[in-house]
């Protein structure tokens, strides 16, 4: 199944997000992401003149070099397309989040190191992603595994993808088959949030 039909309609802009992660040889993980904006028209830019129908408006990229606990080792960005000539100028300020990690308040590290005028909004916007992606590649079911065994010697400690969505909720049948131990009944589940 899909989305229902539309009405009859033209397509004006598309947005090509690529997200990927790499596990690298030293214990590292690069997670590479690619913005690519681009219009089904030929039209004049103000500034860059004519651009041909499928032409980038934006292409962009940025690489984040994390550590296991999800640490900003490093950060490369380049603007190989962009509207103006300011937005090519932005790399630097990137760095700013050398340091910052992806599971403690990222959204408000991103923010505060590349929110505003010295950034660029559309690689700001990259980092969103790049954060699920990052979760993706350095989370795998080595950490439902690791939980099933720290239950079963006493030690039980919730992952922290439990109760996140709905696909990991604790009523629900993936943590009832694959962690027992934090499973808990809908009627246990309800009772627990309407007591929050």
């Known amino acids: ?16 997000i690529v997200c990927e992660g790499f596990e690298r040889d030293d214990g590292l993980f690069d997670i590479e992401a690619r913005i690519v904006d681009a219009k089904s028209f030929d039209f ?13 408006i934006h292409d962009m990229q940025l690489r984040l070099t994390i550590d296991r606990d999800k640490t900003v080792r490093d950060i490369a960005v380049y603007t190989h ?36 005028v010295d950034s660029c909004t559309h690689l700001r916007e990259l980092l969103m992603p790049v954060a699920t992606v990052a979760f993706q590649t350095t989370t795998d079911q080595t ?14 400690v919730k992952p922290h993808f439990v109760d996140k969505c709905k696909g990991w909720a604790a009523d629900g049948e993936a943590v009832r088959q694959l962690l027992p131990a934090f499973y808990r009944r809908p009627s246990e589940t309800d009772a627990g949030k309407k007591n929050s």
């Open 81 to 116: 397309t962009a509207p103006y000539a300011a937005c090519t100028t932005v790399s630097d300020v990137f760095r700013k989040l050398i340091g910052a990690n992806l599971a403690r308040s990222w959204r408000r590290a991103v923010n505060e190191a590349v929110g505003g």
């Open 143 to 156: 950490a439902i595994l690791e939980a099933r065994q720290a239950s079963e010697a006493g030690v039980p």
């Open 44 to 56: 004049d830019h103000l500034l860059r003149g004519p651009i041909p129908a499928g032409s980038p």
């Open 1 to 16: 199944m899909s989305l229902s039909p539309s009405t009859a309609r033209r397509k004006l802009h598309t947005r090509t």
